[in-house]
């Protein structure tokens, strides 16, 4: 199974809706996550099972899709949000999608 | 809560071995719920699993590193291990270790810090 994060990076201003896609070559039902990366950080969990959203991650942030096709969305991007997002398969060898950095515009 | 802290060299050279330890509080790692793993991440690269162990239960790794890769727990210490072996400097990267759950739900929380470790005579 591959995953295709896209884009690969974007430019946005605080305050916009912000959509990344990760696409998985094979259908994995609901098993995706996602994390946020801060530079120098190591990654944070935001949202399992494709759309579960972990505790103390705000509710801007949110998980939908299912078979192949899955979406992170922040509702309102705020200044502290601008990182790198990586997808990762569950149920199976834990796997990463190539990421999406988003940057400030 | 679970906080992980890797330690170990931060330079190892060519062919050598890569030996890091992972050190676990606010809980358990005898725990059967929990495994026990470590990835990496190269440098302006993706994170990449390397393998994970369950106390008294499997260990998993990812098959192209497997023929090089070794990770065990110590219960006493509370504390779980990695050793690569024959390194070369493809191997450099920032190591994590880092919790999960059984499958399905083996997503990765909390991680450690991560450390660097760099491959180089």
């Known amino acids: 199974i591959q995953l295709t994060q896209s884009p690969s990076s974007l430019s946005a201003y605080v305050g916009d809706r912000v959509t990344i896609t990760c696409r998985a070559s094979q259908g994995i039902s609901s098993y995706l996550a996602w994390y946020q990366q801060r530079p120098g950080k190591a990654p944070k969990l935001l949202i399992y099972?494709?759309?579960t959203l972990q505790g103390g991650v705000p509710s801007r942030f949110s998980g939908s899709g299912s078979g192949t096709d899955f979406t992170l969305t922040i509702s309102s991007l705020q200044p502290e949000d601008f990182a790198t997002y990586y997808c990762?398969?569950?149920?199976?060898?834990?796997?990463f999608g190539g990421g999406t950095r988003v940057e400030i515009k | 809560q679970l906080q992980l802290q890797e330690s170990g060299p931060g330079l190892v050279k060519p062919s050598e071995t890569l030996s890091l330890t992972c050190t676990v509080s606010g809980g358990s790692i005898s725990g059967s719920s929990y495994y026990w793993g470590w990835l990496r991440q190269p440098p302006g690269g993706v994170p990449e699993w390397i393998g994970s162990?369950?106390?008294?239960?499997?260990?998993y790794y990812n098959g192209s590193m497997e023929s090089r890769v070794t990770v065990s727990v110590d219960t006493s210490k509370n504390q779980f291990f990695l050793n690569l072996r024959s390194v070369t400097a493809a191997d450099t990267a920032v190591y994590y270790c880092?919790?999960?759950?059984?499958?399905?739900?083996?997503?990765?929380?909390?991680w450690g810090q991560g450390t660097l470790v760099t491959v180089s005579s």
């Open positions: 099972a494709a759309s």
């Open positions: 880092a919790t999960s759950l059984v499958n399905p739900d083996n997503w990765f929380n909390p």
């Open positions: 990762q398969q569950l149920n199976s060898y834990p796997l």
């Open positions: 162990i369950n106390y008294g239960g499997p260990t």
